[in-house]
């Protein structure tokens, strides 16, 4: 009579198991020899389900996360062709608002290619699409590409010179350089800068300054803005984050996705600031040799 309970128990595992429901409550384990082995093997079952579970909603988190961090960073462009067109239409300056423009659509472009169709949970943003980029020409261009944004803006823009690749500690070569995702890079900067000259008012300073370690490069981007709440910092980087005196804007997905971007090139990213003085970010990223 008990083994005929046990059947009806082993039958009714099956079934919950089979349909998803209370997949975090474990399987008794009872019985004989056959029937605690084949409720063992279920159990194993309904952990894999549990680990199934887990991976596709982290990846539909970070789709959703990846969707509301293209449209935030597809503000900034917009924003500097509105801008751009209201110069031209005044007749304000002496610049070539018209390519100024075409530059910043090929932007606005560059970031809707990364979007591409997704492959059922494929590899976010194709992170591990890199190209090896030598530090001086690279970043210094990154970076340069925001200067009409920034002085546009009534801020100065200073761009601090980099060390000479030939003098970089590298073991077996003199030159050393790293592995990035292009557009991901882009990204991360786009979102930082933005950042510090939001609270940056007219006249203040936006400084870069690189240095470089034995096994790091470190950017460092600086302003003179209005900082953050001690209270916030440690929350600066968190999904859905906005502190009121210095955060992230569009509900902190700027920042999040900068550090998920840096940790994702197995670098880091951190923050400094003081209420009234301005805020330090702190990039680095890790240094690949060349062996000739």
């Not at 557009?183 to 006249?203: A, E, F, S």
Request: aromatic share 10%.
């Amino acid at each position: 009579m008990a083994s005929v309970v046990v059947n009806e128990y082993i039958l009714q595992e099956i079934d919950r198991i089979y349909s998803g429901k209370d997949l975090d409550k474990p399987v008794k384990v009872r019985g004989n020899i056959r029937q605690r082995k084949l409720l063992y093997h279920l159990n194993d079952a309904r952990l894999h389900l549990l680990q199934e579970r887990a991976k596709v909603t982290k990846q539909l988190e970070y789709a959703s996360v990846t969707v509301a961090g293209i449209l935030h960073d597809l503000k900034t462009p917009m924003a500097l062709i509105a801008g751009y067109a209201e110069c031209a239409q005044d007749g304000v300056g002496d610049k070539d608002y018209l390519q100024l423009i075409r530059d910043t659509v090929d932007k606005l472009q560059s970031i809707v290619d990364s979007v591409s169709v997704p492959k059922p949970f494929a590899a976010r943003d194709d992170v591990d699409v890199k190209e090896f980029v030598s530090g001086r020409p690279y970043f210094y261009a990154e970076f340069n590409r925001y200067r009409e944004m920034v002085e546009e803006r009534g801020a100065k823009y200073v761009i601090g010179r980099l060390p000479g690749i030939t003098q970089w500690f590298c073991r077996n070569s003199a030159t050393v350089g790293m592995y990035v995702n292009k557009k991901l890079i882009d990204r991360v900067v786009q979102n930082i800068i933005t950042n510090n000259l939001r609270y940056t008012p007219r006249g203040g300073i936006i400084r870069i300054i690189f240095s470089k370690g034995r096994q790091y490069f470190y950017i460092k981007i600086t302003d003179t803005g209005s900082g953050i709440k001690s209270g916030d910092l440690p929350f600066i980087f968190d999904r859905g984050f906005r502190s009121d005196t210095g955060g992230s804007g569009n509900k902190g997905l700027g920042l999040y996705m900068a550090k998920d971007i840096i940790v994702r090139h197995g670098g880091e990213i951190s923050v400094k600031s003081k209420e009234g003085k301005g805020t330090a970010f702190t990039i680095k990223l890790p240094i690949v040799p060349i062996v000739k």
